[in-house]
C-alpha cells in the first residue's frame, strides 16, 4: 500500500502561491505513484496509472464517457465539460498556446457573393 505522508501545515496553500520546491514535490510524488499498477477491471488488466489517466481522458475527448478502474463510468455531456478536457491534453501534448507572429486574423478577408473582378 501507499506510504501516507503527515501534512504539516494546517492552512490551505495556493498552488500559484506555493514555492517552487512545494510544486516541484507535488509533481515527483504524482510522478512517482504514476508508475504504480493499478487493475482496471473492466479491461481485465493492469497499467500503470499515468498510462491509465491517458486512456480516460481520449475516451472522454472521443466518446464523452471513460471508466474508472472500477467500472464507475464518467460521462461528458456539455461542451462545458468537454472542452476543458480538450484543452488540458492539447496543451500537455504541444505546450501551451503560443502567440502567432506575422499576420493577424485579418489577414485574410473572405467575399461571399462578390464579383472579384471589382475588389
Known amino acids: ?6 501534512i504539516e501545515r494546517t492552512e490551505i496553500i495556493d498552488p500559484n502561491d506555493a514555492p517552487a520546491s512545494f510544486r516541484r514535490r507535488i509533481a515527483e510524488l504524482l510522478g512517482a505513484h504514476g508508475e504504480s499498477q493499478v487493475y482496471v477491471e473492466h479491461r481485465a488488466t493492469k497499467m500503470p496509472y499515468v498510462e491509465y489517466l491517458a486512456v480516460i481522458l481520449w475516451e472522454l475527448i472521443a466518446e464523452g464517457k471513460s471508466a474508472f478502474a472500477d467500472g464507475t463510468v464518467l460521462k461528458i455531456d456539455t461542451i462545458d465539460e468537454w472542452l476543458p ?5 492539447a496543451t500537455h501534448l504541444d505546450g501551451p498556446a503560443r502567440a502567432i507572429e506575422g499576420p493577424t486574423a485579418n489577414f485574410f478577408k473572405v467575399y461571399i457573393g462578390v464579383d472579384t473582378d471589382k475588389i
Open 1 to 6: 500500500m501507499h506510504e501516507i505522508i503527515p
Open 85 to 89: 478536457i480538450v484543452k488540458y491534453v
